[in-house]
T-cell receptor, first 112, second 111 residues
Framework: DVKVTQSSRYLVKRTGEKVFLECVQD?????MFWYRQDPGLGLRLIYF???????EKGDIPEGYSVSREKKERFSLILESASTNQTSMYLC???????????FGQGTRLTVV | QQPVQSPQAVILREGEDAVINCSSS?????VHWYRQKHGEAPVFLMI?????EQKGHEKISASFNEKKQQSSLYLTASQLSYSGTYFC????????????FGSGTQLTVLP
């Protein structure tokens, strides 16, 4: 089975902290994505990567950065966490061919 | 750039049918459909590529109208297990497979 693993299910961080959300996939997929899920707003794309060290901004990149040093790992970084970044964060991966994307279980981040 | 989904919510009785629509302001390369149950990750249902092909998955099928940049998901004779939030995801030509999702449609099937 394809697995997309996010390092934490729940995180509580303080305002101003630097936060790292980690995602690892085991299917050698080229594409990896970070989404933010909020009620009524659906899944909003923050960043995606189509190759190692390659990244593209999504619809809401402000306040976030990403890192992809290895093909299997895609990290989302909140440089200085703020309360409006409290949300569910979902990572996904997909191969280069047009087929399904696989999601991780999500990280519920609370910034206090 | 998010596709627009409608309706936002649907409540059905078991055995009834439903249609969920997804539209984009941009030309599309593909449309994905996913279902998410509460507390779980979204799960893939189907993908439709350019060509207007209709696909099916059990009693769930979908169509893709390239010219109108729209897709519809059809749920026939709904079952309790169909409850969840349905998302359409779209890919635009030349976007390096950027997959963008709509705001979702919450489907509730009652006994």
């Amino acid at each position: 089975d394809v697995k997309v693993t996010q390092s934490s299910r729940y995180l509580v961080k303080r305002t101003g902290e630097k936060v790292f959300l980690e995602c690892v996939q085991d299917m050698d997929h080229e594409n990896m994505f970070w989404y933010r899920q909020d009620p009524g707003l659906g899944l909003r794309l923050i960043y995606f990567s189509y190759d190692v060290k390659m990244k593209e901004k999504g619809d809401i990149p402000e306040g976030y950065s990403v890192s992809r040093e290895k093909k299997e790992r895609f990290s989302l970084i909140l440089e200085s966490a703020s309360t409006n970044q409290t949300s569910m964060y979902l990572c996904a991966s997909s191969p280069s061919m047009p087929t399904e994307a696989f999601f991780g279980q999500g990280t519920r981040l609370t910034v206090v | 750039q998010q596709p627009v989904q409608s309706p936002q919510a649907v409540i059905l009785r078991e055995g009834e049918d439903a249609v969920i629509n997804c539209s984009s302001s941009k030309a599309l390369y593909s449309v994905h459909w996913y279902r998410q149950k509460h507390g779980e990750a979204p799960v893939f249902l189907m993908i439709l590529l350019k060509g207007g092909e209709q696909k099916g998955h059990e009693k769930i099928s979908a169509s893709f109208n390239e010219k109108k940049q729209q897709s519809s998901l059809y749920l026939t004779a709904s079952q309790l297990s169909y409850s969840g939030t349905y998302f359409c995801g779209t890919e635009i030509p030349g976007s390096a497979r950027q997959l963008t999702f709509g705001s979702g449609t919450q489907l509730t099937v009652l006994p």
